[in-house]
């Protein structure tokens, strides 16, 4: 039998996506840290090109900027996260209702990078408040393996080598909150990367 307990926290990141960086990026930057805590690192700019479902919304030429915070996030908290980059998404929209920014969250642990997405579809598990998890990669190997329906902007390879960092940045998170008093056996266990 199972025995219910609590899993590790895990390393939040954004992805920041938006044709008007200019306006939105203090903004959404300042929303952010104040809910979530400061940034551990922002990833450099990157033009998005991998789809054309943004552009009308948002416009052209799309670019991405992807958060990874300090502070680490339970499992759990991943739906309200969404829950609350959706409403940073409606404050800083055009008086018609479209938005500026695209933010969309996820959380990196040893095993797994899940997103947080309102559309439900046949692989996405239900996190309330009308939220669903995305198990977007797996970690097995020693690095990310991508799955049938992972988007093709997150199994690019320079997204796939910044979630790598940010899981190295994790994995030393973990190390670094185990007391050095304690025996190693009760230190936490990740595959090996």
Known sequence: MSHPHEPVAGKLVVSVLSADFPT????????????????EIAYAARPFAHTAY???ELGTPLVRRLLAFT???PQDALGPAKCFTNAVEERLARPDGSRLVNLDPGLVTCERFVLATGKNY???????Q?????????????????????FPDYAAPDMLARLTDVRCRYRRDLREAVPRINPPEKEPTCPKA
């Open 71 to 73: 502070p680490l996030l």
């Open 122 to 128: 046949t692989h996405r598990i239900y996190l309330g």
């Open 54 to 56: 943004y552009n009308d």
């Open 130 to 150: 009308g939220i669903f998890g995305d198990l977007t990669l797996v970690f097995q190997a020693g690095s990310w393996q991508t799955l049938p329906w992972t």
């Open 24 to 39: 939105v990026w203090q903004p959404v930057l300042a929303a952010l840290q104040a809910h979530f805590g400061p940034v």
